[in-house]
Protein backbone atom coordinates (compact mmCIF):
# COMPACT_ATOMS: atom_id res chain seq x y z
CA UNK A 1 0.00 0.00 0.00
CA UNK A 2 1.41 3.15 -1.01
CA UNK A 3 1.67 6.13 1.49
CA UNK A 4 -1.27 8.02 0.05
CA UNK A 5 -3.19 5.35 0.19
CA UNK A 6 -2.58 4.64 3.58
CA UNK A 7 -3.09 8.49 4.86
CA UNK A 8 -6.18 8.49 2.44
CA UNK A 9 -7.56 5.51 4.66
CA UNK A 10 -6.49 7.27 7.73
CA UNK A 11 -8.06 10.32 6.75
CA UNK A 12 -10.97 8.72 5.77
CA UNK A 13 -11.08 6.67 9.15
CA UNK A 14 -11.00 10.30 11.36
CA UNK A 15 -13.46 11.46 9.26
CA UNK A 16 -15.70 9.06 10.03
CA UNK A 17 -14.80 8.92 13.72
CA UNK A 18 -15.22 12.68 14.16
CA UNK A 19 -18.56 12.21 12.10
CA UNK A 20 -19.90 9.58 14.75
CA UNK A 21 -18.70 11.67 17.37
CA UNK A 22 -21.44 14.82 16.59
CA UNK A 23 -23.91 12.30 15.56
CA UNK A 24 -23.45 10.47 19.12
CA UNK A 25 -23.51 14.08 20.55
CA UNK A 26 -26.70 15.45 18.32
CA UNK A 27 -28.57 11.61 19.40
CA UNK A 28 -27.49 12.49 23.35
CA UNK A 29 -28.74 15.65 23.58
CA UNK A 30 -32.18 15.06 21.24
CA UNK A 31 -32.30 11.96 23.82
CA UNK A 32 -32.04 14.43 26.89
CA UNK A 33 -34.45 16.79 25.80
CA UNK A 34 -37.11 14.37 24.90
CA UNK A 35 -36.50 12.57 28.18
CA UNK A 36 -36.64 15.82 29.78
CA UNK A 37 -39.61 17.06 28.64
CA UNK A 38 -41.68 13.84 29.43
CA UNK A 39 -40.83 13.92 32.58
CA UNK A 40 -41.17 17.55 32.99
CA UNK A 41 -44.43 17.80 31.75
CA UNK A 42 -45.58 14.64 33.85
CA UNK A 43 -44.18 16.43 36.68
CA UNK A 44 -45.66 19.27 35.87
CA UNK A 45 -49.04 18.65 35.52
CA UNK A 46 -48.94 16.36 38.82
CA UNK A 47 -47.50 19.28 40.63
CA UNK A 48 -49.46 22.01 39.11
CA UNK A 49 -52.87 19.90 39.41
CA UNK A 50 -51.93 18.80 42.96
CA UNK A 51 -50.53 22.43 43.68
CA UNK A 52 -53.37 24.36 42.20
CA UNK A 53 -56.45 21.69 43.79
CA UNK A 54 -54.88 22.66 47.26
CA UNK A 55 -54.79 26.06 46.49
CA UNK A 56 -58.18 26.62 44.99
CA UNK A 57 -59.94 24.24 47.91
CA UNK A 58 -58.28 26.87 50.17
CA UNK A 59 -59.00 30.17 48.69
CA UNK A 60 -62.48 28.72 48.19
CA UNK A 61 -62.70 27.84 51.97
CA UNK A 62 -61.52 30.94 52.84
CA UNK A 63 -63.84 33.16 50.54
CA UNK A 64 -67.16 31.11 51.94
CA UNK A 65 -65.36 31.92 55.42
CA UNK A 66 -64.93 35.46 54.54
CA UNK A 67 -68.82 35.93 53.22
CA UNK A 68 -69.90 34.17 56.08
CA UNK A 69 -68.17 36.67 58.33
CA UNK A 70 -69.09 39.55 55.97
CA UNK A 71 -73.17 38.27 56.27
CA UNK A 72 -73.41 37.68 59.60
CA UNK A 73 -71.79 40.88 61.19
CA UNK A 74 -73.06 43.19 58.28
CA UNK A 75 -75.78 42.05 56.11
CA UNK A 76 -77.96 40.18 58.99
CA UNK A 77 -77.74 42.77 61.72
CA UNK A 78 -79.24 45.49 58.92
CA UNK A 79 -82.03 43.05 58.30
CA UNK A 80 -82.60 42.42 61.58
CA UNK A 81 -82.72 46.61 62.43
CA UNK A 82 -85.23 47.03 59.71
CA UNK A 83 -88.09 43.62 61.23
CA UNK A 84 -89.38 43.29 64.33
CA UNK A 85 -90.41 40.21 66.28
CA UNK A 86 -94.02 40.31 65.25
CA UNK A 87 -92.99 41.00 61.47
CA UNK A 88 -90.76 37.72 61.14
CA UNK A 89 -93.70 35.55 62.51
CA UNK A 90 -95.45 35.57 59.28
CA UNK A 91 -94.90 36.28 55.87
CA UNK A 92 -94.86 40.34 55.10
CA UNK A 93 -97.08 42.18 52.54
CA UNK A 94 -98.81 45.46 52.13
CA UNK A 95 -96.93 48.12 53.19
CA UNK A 96 -94.46 46.61 55.41
CA UNK A 97 -93.41 43.85 52.46
CA UNK A 98 -92.67 47.24 49.87
CA UNK A 99 -90.76 49.22 52.08
CA UNK A 100 -88.75 46.12 53.05
CA UNK A 101 -88.03 45.27 49.42
CA UNK A 102 -87.18 48.57 49.02
CA UNK A 103 -84.48 48.51 51.77
CA UNK A 104 -83.18 45.21 50.41
CA UNK A 105 -82.57 46.24 46.93
CA UNK A 106 -81.30 49.51 47.71
CA UNK A 107 -78.42 48.48 50.39
CA UNK A 108 -78.47 44.40 50.19
CA UNK A 109 -78.58 43.49 46.52
CA UNK A 110 -75.64 43.90 44.01
CA UNK A 111 -74.36 42.26 41.23
CA UNK A 112 -72.51 39.87 43.88
CA UNK A 113 -75.74 39.23 46.46
CA UNK A 114 -78.19 38.00 44.40
CA UNK A 115 -81.04 36.73 46.41
CA UNK A 116 -82.16 37.78 50.19
CA UNK A 117 -84.77 35.49 52.00
CA UNK A 118 -86.29 35.66 55.20
CA UNK A 119 -86.92 32.59 57.21
CA UNK A 120 -89.33 32.11 60.21
CA UNK A 121 -88.59 29.43 62.77
CA UNK A 122 -91.07 27.19 61.61
CA UNK A 123 -89.42 27.03 57.86
CA UNK A 124 -91.64 29.82 56.23
CA UNK A 125 -90.28 32.36 53.77
CA UNK A 126 -91.34 35.42 55.31
CA UNK A 127 -89.91 37.64 52.62
CA UNK A 128 -87.64 36.75 49.61
CA UNK A 129 -86.30 39.23 47.04
CA UNK A 130 -87.53 36.58 44.33
CA UNK A 131 -91.29 37.50 44.83
CA UNK A 132 -93.24 33.68 44.24
CA UNK A 133 -91.38 32.67 47.58
CA UNK A 134 -93.09 34.62 49.81
CA UNK A 135 -95.32 32.60 52.08
CA UNK A 136 -93.37 29.19 50.94
CA UNK A 137 -92.88 26.49 53.63
CA UNK A 138 -89.59 24.35 53.16
CA UNK A 139 -88.52 21.92 55.08
CA UNK A 140 -86.11 23.19 57.85
CA UNK A 141 -82.95 20.48 57.15
CA UNK A 142 -81.03 23.42 55.95
CA UNK A 143 -82.03 26.42 58.83
CA UNK A 144 -81.71 23.77 61.55
CA UNK A 145 -77.70 25.12 62.00
CA UNK A 146 -78.75 28.70 62.06
CA UNK A 147 -81.78 28.43 64.37
CA UNK A 148 -79.14 26.75 66.50
CA UNK A 149 -77.02 29.95 66.07
CA UNK A 150 -74.24 28.60 63.99
CA UNK A 151 -73.67 30.37 60.70
CA UNK A 152 -72.60 28.50 57.27
CA UNK A 153 -72.13 28.43 53.90
CA UNK A 154 -71.47 26.42 51.00
CA UNK A 155 -71.07 26.30 47.15
CA UNK A 156 -74.32 25.01 45.38
CA UNK A 157 -74.30 23.90 41.28
CA UNK A 158 -76.91 21.03 41.82
CA UNK A 159 -79.63 20.94 41.85
CA UNK A 160 -80.55 25.07 40.91
CA UNK A 161 -83.29 24.80 38.45
CA UNK A 162 -84.65 21.72 40.36
CA UNK A 163 -85.42 22.80 43.77
CA UNK A 164 -88.57 25.09 44.33
CA UNK A 165 -86.95 27.11 46.96
CA UNK A 166 -84.45 28.06 44.22
CA UNK A 167 -86.41 29.20 41.45
CA UNK A 168 -84.96 31.90 39.60
CA UNK A 169 -81.36 30.97 40.09
CA UNK A 170 -81.27 29.09 36.92
CA UNK A 171 -79.26 30.92 35.11
CA UNK A 172 -76.47 30.74 37.48
CA UNK A 173 -73.92 27.62 37.45
CA UNK A 174 -72.86 28.12 41.09
CA UNK A 175 -74.10 30.38 43.61
CA UNK A 176 -72.67 30.45 47.65
CA UNK A 177 -76.08 29.79 49.62
CA UNK A 178 -75.23 31.76 53.39
CA UNK A 179 -77.63 30.32 56.32
CA UNK A 180 -77.11 33.19 59.24
CA UNK A 181 -79.18 33.40 62.53
CA UNK A 182 -81.68 36.75 63.05
CA UNK A 183 -81.51 37.43 67.04
CA UNK A 184 -83.49 40.37 68.15
CA UNK A 185 -83.66 41.57 71.68
CA UNK A 186 -81.34 41.02 74.98
CA UNK A 187 -79.06 38.55 75.29
CA UNK A 188 -79.92 38.37 71.69
CA UNK A 189 -82.35 35.53 70.52
CA UNK A 190 -82.49 33.67 67.35
CA UNK A 191 -85.80 34.54 65.95
CA UNK A 192 -85.38 33.72 62.24
CA UNK A 193 -82.92 32.88 59.76
CA UNK A 194 -81.23 34.98 57.13
CA UNK A 195 -80.32 33.50 53.57
CA UNK A 196 -78.50 34.91 51.54
CA UNK A 197 -77.36 33.89 48.03
CA UNK A 198 -73.89 35.13 45.88
CA UNK A 199 -72.73 34.33 42.57
CA UNK A 200 -70.18 32.15 42.45
CA UNK A 201 -68.71 32.87 39.18
CA UNK A 202 -66.16 35.88 40.70
CA UNK A 203 -64.72 33.49 42.98
CA UNK A 204 -64.28 30.76 40.63
CA UNK A 205 -62.70 33.45 37.73
CA UNK A 206 -60.62 34.51 41.01
CA UNK A 207 -59.47 30.70 41.76
CA UNK A 208 -58.71 30.24 37.82
CA UNK A 209 -56.89 33.13 37.23
CA UNK A 210 -54.39 31.94 40.13
CA UNK A 211 -54.30 28.36 38.73
CA UNK A 212 -53.01 29.63 35.80
CA UNK A 213 -50.48 31.26 37.05
CA UNK A 214 -49.37 29.04 39.15
CA UNK A 215 -49.37 26.43 35.81
CA UNK A 216 -47.38 29.38 33.84
CA UNK A 217 -44.85 29.39 37.09
CA UNK A 218 -44.47 25.99 37.02
CA UNK A 219 -43.95 25.73 33.52
CA UNK A 220 -41.71 28.52 33.30
CA UNK A 221 -39.82 26.66 36.53
CA UNK A 222 -39.49 23.78 34.52
CA UNK A 223 -38.15 25.92 31.68
CA UNK A 224 -35.49 27.72 33.70
CA UNK A 225 -34.40 24.25 35.07
CA UNK A 226 -34.29 22.40 31.69
CA UNK A 227 -31.89 25.25 30.10
CA UNK A 228 -29.71 25.06 33.45
CA UNK A 229 -28.97 21.37 33.68
CA UNK A 230 -29.00 21.48 29.50
CA UNK A 231 -25.69 24.33 30.22
CA UNK A 232 -24.76 21.72 33.27
CA UNK A 233 -24.55 18.64 30.99
CA UNK A 234 -23.10 20.69 27.71
CA UNK A 235 -20.46 21.34 30.34
CA UNK A 236 -20.12 18.14 32.31
CA UNK A 237 -20.20 16.44 28.60
CA UNK A 238 -17.34 19.03 27.70
CA UNK A 239 -15.25 18.11 30.69
CA UNK A 240 -15.47 14.03 30.08
CA UNK A 241 -14.95 14.50 26.55
CA UNK A 242 -11.42 16.81 27.48
CA UNK A 243 -10.64 14.42 30.30
CA UNK A 244 -10.94 11.73 28.01
CA UNK A 245 -9.33 13.07 24.97
CA UNK A 246 -6.41 14.15 27.70
CA UNK A 247 -6.73 10.28 29.17
CA UNK A 248 -6.70 9.38 25.47
CA UNK A 249 -3.46 11.20 24.92
CA UNK A 250 -1.62 9.43 27.97
CA UNK A 251 -2.99 6.26 27.14
CA UNK A 252 -1.34 6.58 23.68
CA UNK A 253 2.12 7.97 25.26
CA UNK A 254 2.01 5.16 27.66
CA UNK A 255 1.32 2.76 24.74
CA UNK A 256 4.00 4.54 23.14
CA UNK A 257 6.26 4.44 25.95
CA UNK A 258 5.39 0.37 26.04
CA UNK A 259 6.10 -0.16 22.32
CA UNK A 260 9.68 1.78 22.73
CA UNK A 261 10.55 -0.02 25.97
CA UNK A 262 9.78 -3.42 24.09
CA UNK A 263 11.66 -2.27 21.04
CA UNK A 264 14.30 -1.39 23.24
CA UNK A 265 14.51 -4.59 25.18
CA UNK A 266 13.76 -6.34 21.61
CA UNK A 267 16.83 -4.58 19.89
CA UNK A 268 19.13 -5.43 22.84
CA UNK A 269 18.08 -9.24 22.65
CA UNK A 270 18.58 -8.90 18.68
CA UNK A 271 22.17 -8.00 19.48
CA UNK A 272 22.66 -10.71 21.34
CA UNK A 273 20.44 -13.12 19.34
CA UNK A 274 19.96 -12.06 15.84
CA UNK A 275 17.04 -14.77 14.81
CA UNK A 276 15.08 -14.14 18.53
CA UNK A 277 12.64 -11.87 17.74
CA UNK A 278 10.85 -13.35 14.63
CA UNK A 279 10.72 -16.40 16.76
CA UNK A 280 8.71 -14.54 19.28
CA UNK A 281 6.62 -12.76 17.15
CA UNK A 282 5.41 -15.96 15.50
CA UNK A 283 4.86 -17.52 19.03
CA UNK A 284 3.44 -14.01 20.23
CA UNK A 285 0.57 -14.73 17.15
CA UNK A 286 -0.16 -17.92 17.87
CA UNK A 287 -0.45 -17.97 21.32
CA UNK A 288 -2.86 -15.00 20.72
CA UNK A 289 -5.02 -17.34 18.54
CA UNK A 290 -5.13 -20.12 21.15
CA UNK A 291 -5.90 -17.73 24.13
CA UNK A 292 -8.86 -16.35 21.85
CA UNK A 293 -9.91 -19.91 21.17
CA UNK A 294 -10.13 -20.93 24.84
CA UNK A 295 -12.10 -17.24 25.45
CA UNK A 296 -9.64 -15.31 27.71
CA UNK A 297 -10.35 -12.31 28.16
CA UNK A 298 -8.56 -9.27 26.30
CA UNK A 299 -6.04 -8.04 29.08
CA UNK A 300 -4.95 -12.12 29.56
CA UNK A 301 -4.19 -12.00 25.87
CA UNK A 302 -2.49 -8.74 26.03
CA UNK A 303 -0.51 -10.70 28.91
CA UNK A 304 0.58 -13.37 26.85
CA UNK A 305 1.14 -11.76 23.58
CA UNK A 306 3.82 -9.32 25.89
CA UNK A 307 5.30 -12.69 27.50
CA UNK A 308 5.40 -14.55 24.14
CA UNK A 309 7.46 -11.48 22.81
CA UNK A 310 9.90 -11.22 25.47
CA UNK A 311 9.97 -14.81 26.49
CA UNK A 312 13.72 -15.12 25.84
CA UNK A 313 14.64 -11.17 27.45
CA UNK A 314 16.67 -12.76 30.05
CA UNK A 315 18.96 -14.45 27.35
CA UNK A 316 20.59 -10.42 27.62
CA UNK A 317 21.91 -12.27 31.15
CA UNK A 318 23.57 -15.12 29.58
CA UNK A 319 26.99 -14.76 29.52
CA UNK A 320 28.02 -14.23 25.55
CA UNK A 321 30.07 -17.70 24.89
CA UNK A 322 27.29 -19.59 26.41
CA UNK A 323 25.06 -17.86 24.37
CA UNK A 324 26.98 -17.88 20.80
CA UNK A 325 28.80 -21.16 21.38
CA UNK A 326 27.79 -23.17 18.03
CA UNK A 327 28.14 -26.92 19.62
CA UNK A 328 26.23 -28.42 22.46
CA UNK A 329 26.35 -27.22 26.24
CA UNK A 330 28.01 -28.89 28.50
CA UNK A 331 26.27 -29.29 32.06
CA UNK A 332 27.43 -26.20 33.54
CA UNK A 333 26.86 -24.02 30.13
CA UNK A 334 23.13 -25.62 29.91
CA UNK A 335 22.31 -24.42 33.67
CA UNK A 336 23.70 -21.27 32.57
CA UNK A 337 21.81 -21.34 29.78
CA UNK A 338 18.87 -22.79 32.41
CA UNK A 339 18.82 -19.64 33.99
CA UNK A 340 17.58 -17.17 31.32
CA UNK A 341 13.86 -17.40 32.22
CA UNK A 342 14.50 -16.14 36.13
CA UNK A 343 16.56 -13.65 34.70
CA UNK A 344 13.78 -12.31 32.55
CA UNK A 345 11.65 -12.54 34.89
CA UNK A 346 13.87 -9.95 37.37
CA UNK A 347 14.04 -7.56 34.16
CA UNK A 348 10.39 -7.61 33.67
CA UNK A 349 9.06 -7.29 37.23
CA UNK A 350 10.66 -3.80 37.45
CA UNK A 351 8.67 -2.53 34.99
CA UNK A 352 4.97 -1.91 35.85
CA UNK A 353 3.07 -2.68 32.97
CA UNK A 354 4.95 -5.74 31.94
CA UNK A 355 4.81 -7.54 35.71
CA UNK A 356 2.41 -9.48 34.63
CA UNK A 357 4.15 -10.91 31.83
CA UNK A 358 7.08 -11.58 33.70
CA UNK A 359 5.10 -14.32 35.54
CA UNK A 360 4.72 -15.98 32.10
CA UNK A 361 8.17 -15.84 31.35
CA UNK A 362 9.07 -17.42 34.50
CA UNK A 363 7.27 -20.09 33.84
CA UNK A 364 7.83 -20.45 30.33
CA UNK A 365 9.62 -23.83 30.70
CA UNK A 366 7.70 -25.68 33.00
CA UNK A 367 6.31 -28.82 31.38
CA UNK A 368 2.86 -29.91 33.22
CA UNK A 369 4.27 -32.97 34.55
CA UNK A 370 6.62 -31.08 36.67
CA UNK A 371 9.73 -32.02 34.84
CA UNK A 372 10.47 -28.44 33.68
CA UNK A 373 12.35 -25.87 35.27
CA UNK A 374 13.71 -23.36 36.42
CA UNK A 375 10.72 -24.24 39.95
CA UNK A 376 9.53 -27.88 38.80
CA UNK A 377 6.02 -26.27 38.54
CA UNK A 378 2.95 -28.86 37.10
CA UNK A 379 -0.67 -28.96 36.21
CA UNK A 380 -2.18 -25.90 37.58
CA UNK A 381 0.82 -24.11 39.13
CA UNK A 382 1.86 -22.97 35.74
CA UNK A 383 0.37 -19.70 34.95
CA UNK A 384 -2.19 -20.33 31.93
CA UNK A 385 0.10 -18.24 30.07
CA UNK A 386 2.67 -20.23 30.24
CA UNK A 387 0.79 -23.39 29.50
CA UNK A 388 -0.38 -21.76 26.06
CA UNK A 389 3.51 -20.72 25.08
CA UNK A 390 4.65 -24.05 25.59
CA UNK A 391 2.53 -25.42 22.98
CA UNK A 392 2.99 -23.17 20.35
CA UNK A 393 6.42 -22.39 21.49
CA UNK A 394 7.17 -26.28 20.17
CA UNK A 395 4.74 -26.41 17.48
CA UNK A 396 7.01 -23.25 15.69
CA UNK A 397 10.22 -24.73 16.84
CA UNK A 398 9.26 -27.99 14.98
CA UNK A 399 8.03 -25.89 11.86
CA UNK A 400 10.94 -24.24 12.00
CA UNK A 401 14.60 -24.71 10.08
CA UNK A 402 17.25 -25.00 12.24
CA UNK A 403 20.97 -25.13 11.26
CA UNK A 404 20.90 -28.93 12.06
CA UNK A 405 18.01 -30.23 11.08
CA UNK A 406 14.69 -29.00 8.51
CA UNK A 407 11.30 -27.81 9.43
CA UNK A 408 9.22 -30.81 10.18
CA UNK A 409 6.00 -31.41 8.23
CA UNK A 410 3.02 -29.77 10.05
CA UNK A 411 1.12 -32.72 10.44
CA UNK A 412 4.22 -34.62 12.10
CA UNK A 413 4.21 -31.53 14.67
CA UNK A 414 0.88 -31.80 15.45
CA UNK A 415 1.23 -35.82 16.24
CA UNK A 416 4.29 -34.61 18.50
CA UNK A 417 2.04 -32.07 20.11
CA UNK A 418 -0.75 -34.51 20.67
CA UNK A 419 1.82 -37.43 21.82
CA UNK A 420 3.38 -35.24 24.70
CA UNK A 421 0.06 -34.29 25.97
CA UNK A 422 -0.29 -34.62 29.89
CA UNK A 423 3.23 -34.49 30.01
CA UNK A 424 4.28 -31.79 28.50
CA UNK A 425 1.71 -29.65 27.80
CA UNK A 426 -1.94 -29.15 28.97
CA UNK A 427 -4.43 -31.15 27.59
CA UNK A 428 -6.95 -28.16 28.01
CA UNK A 429 -4.36 -26.12 25.70
CA UNK A 430 -3.81 -28.90 23.42
CA UNK A 431 -7.44 -29.22 22.85
CA UNK A 432 -7.92 -25.45 22.37
CA UNK A 433 -4.97 -25.52 19.05
CA UNK A 434 -6.08 -28.50 17.79
CA UNK A 435 -9.60 -27.04 17.44
CA UNK A 436 -7.58 -23.57 15.95
CA UNK A 437 -5.92 -25.80 14.27
CA UNK A 438 -9.17 -27.57 12.47
CA UNK A 439 -10.81 -23.97 11.92
CA UNK A 440 -7.70 -23.27 9.94
CA UNK A 441 -6.74 -20.20 12.38
CA UNK A 442 -2.79 -21.05 12.63
CA UNK A 443 -0.50 -19.71 9.86
CA UNK A 444 -0.72 -20.76 6.31
CA UNK A 445 3.21 -21.05 6.26
CA UNK A 446 3.65 -23.47 9.18
CA UNK A 447 1.51 -25.99 7.48
CA UNK A 448 3.87 -26.01 4.74
CA UNK A 449 7.07 -26.22 6.56
CA UNK A 450 8.84 -22.82 5.04
CA UNK A 451 9.10 -21.23 8.73
CA UNK A 452 12.82 -19.65 8.66
CA UNK A 453 14.98 -20.34 11.95
CA UNK A 454 13.76 -18.60 15.03
CA UNK A 455 16.05 -20.55 17.10
CA UNK A 456 19.51 -19.60 18.63
CA UNK A 457 22.31 -21.97 17.26
CA UNK A 458 22.87 -23.04 21.10
CA UNK A 459 20.28 -25.50 20.66
CA UNK A 460 21.19 -27.14 17.91
CA UNK A 461 23.53 -28.67 20.41
CA UNK A 462 21.11 -29.54 23.25
CA UNK A 463 18.28 -31.15 21.00
CA UNK A 464 15.09 -31.09 23.04
CA UNK A 465 12.79 -31.48 20.01
CA UNK A 466 9.80 -29.60 21.55
CA UNK A 467 11.08 -26.44 22.93
CA UNK A 468 11.42 -23.51 20.99
CA UNK A 469 13.94 -21.80 22.73
Known amino acids: MTEQAAMGKLTVRANFRGGATKLRKRTFFLEFTVVFAVVALVLGLVAGFALTAFLGSDIRSKTLNDVEAEVSEVTAPLLSSKLTVEQIQSPLSGA ?14 STRTIRVNVWSRDGTIIYSSHAPLIGASFPK ?8 GEASARVESD ?9 GLESFD ?3 EV ?21 YAPIAGHIGAIQKSVFIS ?3 ALAVLYFVLLALVRRGSDTIRRQQADLQGRTDELKSSYDSIVAVLCAALDLRDNVTHGHAKRVSELASVVAWQMGLRKEQLRQIEKAAILHDIGKIGVADAVLSKSGPLDEIEWEEMKRHPELGYQILNGIDFLRDAAEVVYAHHERSDGTGYPRGLKGDEIPMGARIFAVVDAYDAMTSHRPYRKAQPHQKAIGEIIRNSGTQFDPEVVRAFMEAEKRGFLENGARDGQRESGLSSVHAGVREPLTGD
Not at 159 to 167: I, K, V, Y
Not at 187 to 193: D, K, Q, S
Open 96 to 109: ELAAFDRFVNENIL
Open 141 to 148: DDLQPALN
Open 159 to 167: GLADEPERA
Open 174 to 176: DVV
Open 179 to 199: YVPLTMGDPGETVGVAEIYRD
Open 218 to 220: VAA
